[in-house]
């Protein structure tokens, strides 16, 4: 018998025992969960209720609604818990998730970019332009996000770019960081060894670029961190 969802946010306790169930492997990936009665049953509540939390799950990835067949589990892991945990992260952490991959984004890229690639990212860096406060920053660091994204994508790696898409809200946070604050902007000098050492095939040089691009943002932040003796 599940746990009656609480009489405050239906919708959201409703998913919520749902997905409990999902984690505990009583309903396993591919299995068909109980149809929108039975579960408006288990659950206490209204199927309109049922209705909402089954389209939460649907929408977060765990579950999929197939026409005519029913609704079924399709995956066990929950991003929306990751995401809620990685909020508590600070910048320094995430500066330091975002340069262990884009590193190895860049070293791939190198290895393995075309000159198609090459050119687009040329052009992207050129678009890129400089930070501009105009509309409070959104469009240079759309622009900006999507120059490193480009390099990601070049890596040739699909799950190093979907991971990097997955944290994409993280790695505009990092942006807007270094935008009238005490951080450091990364300039165009920076971005374009980058593009350069791509450019040259050598996995080594292009890592190491990266790395060079993000120290002075994770040194200042490491400052900041020290305790004041």
């Not at 209204?46 to 026409?67: D, F, I």
């Not at 390099?151 to 997955?166: P, Q």
């Not at 902007?185 to 095939?201: G, K, M, W």
């Amino acid at each position: 018998m599940l746990l009656q969802a609480p009489r405050t946010s239906l919708a959201d306790s409703a998913a919520n025992s749902i997905r409990a169930e999902i984690a505990a492997g009583r309903w396993a990936v591919g299995s068909r969960i109980p149809i929108e009665p039975q579960l408006a049953q288990l659950l206490g509540v209204s199927r309109g209720t049922v209705r909402e939390a089954v389209k939460t799950l649907v929408s977060r990835g765990l579950l999929e609604v197939r026409q005519g067949s029913g609704t079924y589990v399709r995956s066990g892991f929950d991003p929306s818990v990751s995401l809620q945990k990685m909020r508590r992260a600070s910048l320094r952490d995430q500066f330091e998730v975002r340069r262990a991959l884009e590193v190895e984004a860049a070293r791939l890229a190198a290895l393995r970019h075309t000159a198609k690639e090459l050119r687009n990212l040329k052009a992207l860096l050129d678009k890129r332009g400089l930070p501009d406060a105009s509309d409070g920053g959104a469009g240079f660091i759309e622009r900006d996000l999507a120059f490193h994204l480009a390099i990601v994508d070049m890596s040739g790696n699909l799950a190093l770019a979907e991971t990097c898409r997955f944290i994409a809200g993280y790695i505009k946070e990092t942006i807007a960081s270094t935008m009238g604050t005490s951080l450091p902007e990364p300039d165009t000098a920076a971005h374009t060894a980058i593009v350069e050492a791509i450019a040259s095939r050598d996995p080594g040089r292009a890592a190491e670029a990266v790395r060079a691009f993000m120290a002075p943002m994770i040194d200042a932040l490491a400052r900041d961190a020290e305790p004041v003796r």
